[in-house]
Each structure stands twice: as structure tokens, then as C-alpha cells.
């Protein structure tokens, strides 16, 4: 009985202790909700991790795309960081030249610096974007055209 009770004791110290329904948890394993096709060609799914509301000053979002999706040209009048999670996509700022981007790759993006990114032609692409509570400014349709070049010039076509 001693050992029943010693027991009892301490499932229900570690419950008293255990998170309840007070914490706030999201995933980054969710793939989020699948996005209008306003600004960008293809699948695209976002997943509102962090808002700033949340009075951490800053957003979190997760975006996925489907391989041979890409976003328009935009800016942001904050920066922007983004966090490959999982896949390959391209980036690229205006007059630079586009670059292949892969798991674990960490880009900056300075503010109303006018950029794209999207998944690569064969692989979708999952990236955590980091920013600040403003618009984005969309700026200019990026053509599939456009992308099939940027994809042969990066030789993944």
C-alpha cells in the first residue's frame, strides 16, 4: 500500500507540473494552409508560426512550395531572413545574379531590397522566413519563363 500511495504521489506531482493548455505551441512539421495563387505560380502552403502581435516584434512563417513553384518580386520595409528547413529553391535580388539555395542555408535579405525566392524545378523547398510586421510590396510578376531560365542557368532543369 506504502508503494501504491508513493506512487500516487508522484504521477500526480508530475501532473500538477506537466504543460496544460496554457502554453502556446505550434509546428513547423504542419504544412500550414494552402496559399491563394495571388502572387506567386504553383502549390504553396503557409504556416503562421510567430505573428508580431504576439509581442515577440517579429514574424515567423513557414512557407512550402511544391517543386516548380516560385514567388513574384517583392520587398519588405524590414529585413528578412530566410531558413531552409528542407529541399532546394532559388533566390535571387534584383541585379544579382540568382543563386541555389539547400537545406540549412540562412539568407539576409535587407530591407526594400526587391527579391524572389521559390522551390527548385525538381524539389520542393520548406524555409522559415523571419520579418516584420509590414506588407509585402509586390513589385513584379516573375514569368515561368523567367524561372525555366534561372533553373537551366542553375542547371536544374
Known amino acids: ?29 504542419d504544412e500550414g494552409t494552402k496559399a491563394p495563387n495571388t502572387h506567386h505560380i504553383g502549390e504553396a502552403w503557409l504556416n503562421f508560426l510567430i505573428q508580431e502581435g504576439d509581442d515577440i516584434g517579429y514574424n515567423i512563417t513557414q512557407a512550402t512550395f511544391d517543386a516548380n513553384a516560385t514567388l513574384d518580386w517583392h520587398k519588405h520595409s524590414t529585413p528578412q531572413v530566410l531558413i531552409v528547413i528542407e529541399g532546394r529553391g ?37 524555409y522559415l522566413a523571419i520579418y516584420g510586421n509590414s506588407p509585402t510590396v509586390w ?10 531560365s534561372v533553373a537551366k542557368k542553375l542547371n536544374d532543369d
Open 1 to 29: 500500500m506504502k508503494k501504491t500511495t508513493t506512487i500516487l504521489l508522484l504521477v500526480l506531482t508530475i501532473k500538477a507540473f506537466a504543460q496544460n493548455g496554457e502554453y502556446s505551441i505550434k509546428s513547423f512539421m
Open 90 to 126: 532559388y533566390y535571387q535580388e534584383k541585379q544579382k545574379e540568382p543563386i541555389l539555395l539547400q537545406k540549412g542555408d540562412v539568407v539576409k535579405c535587407a530591407k526594400d531590397t526587391e527579391h524572389w525566392h521559390s522551390s527548385s524545378k525538381d524539389s520542393k523547398v520548406s
Open 139 to 148: 513589385t513584379e510578376k516573375l514569368t515561368q519563363e523567367y524561372y525555366d
